[in-house]
């Protein structure tokens, strides 16, 4: 258990449809820092975010978040949930869909304008979210999330789809956010994204098999790079978990005859 954690899980155990994406995980999540989560397609992230702002259902486990149970009314304007893919109205502009939520959650009208410009969007802020580009409608979903100034940010891949230097600026805003004491959660498919974060966590088929540093990952393994870092990890991870895996599934396949 992390002293004053962000995120606090512990026997979480999670079933979408007939898979088991989680069956004993522990995290914890410091305050005020940039975590990253990194791992395959499928490896569990978005599972994991939705249980974290509590829109998943889980079937054991505990989970605190800011010091709340998970999902509570009481966090709703306290953390904000960026989700993979835009969820904006295609039909209203910039400016419309971001004073919606503001509405929504009681947040300052002064936020739009703020999150307008943290977002770089001041040149687009009339126009339809339908006739954006890609990478621009990504950012109106992340400004979404930046109204009403959450203490704790959840995205799921914010930057798939965008151009380097746009990345680059998101990163930097990430950064001040967490200058500001705002925790990040951020999950990616971009390894070259580990360095920009405090800390990481690396996930592979419903387990965490790695909670450290973007330095700690590298002395740890030798590697040159954390997508290098990460392969040797996951190799290792291969190498002892064979025989474990094998006896975690027939025991699996057991519980299922059980439950039914
Ligand atoms: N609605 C669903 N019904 C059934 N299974 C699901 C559902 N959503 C996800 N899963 C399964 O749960 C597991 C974890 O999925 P999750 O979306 O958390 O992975 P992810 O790490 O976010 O992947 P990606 O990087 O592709 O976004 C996968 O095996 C996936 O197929
Ligand atoms: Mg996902």
Redesign the pocket.
Known sequence: MMNNAAVDISRLRVR????R?FDDLYVAIPRGRITGLL????????????SIVGVQKIDAGEITVLGEPGGSRRLRRRVAYGT?GAAVYGDLSVRQNLAYFAALLGAPRGDVDRVIDEVGLRGQAGQLVDSLSGGQSIRVSLGVALIGSPELIVL??PTVGLDPVLRADLWRLFRALADRGVTLIV?S?VMDEAQRCDRLLL?RE?RIIADTTPRSLLEETGAADAEAAFLALIDRDVAVSIPTRRAARDTRAHREEVDG
């Open positions: 979408r449809g007939r898979i994406v791992g395959p397609s499928g490896c569990g992230k978005t599972t994991l975010m939705r993979q799921d891949e999950s498919h996930m419903g």
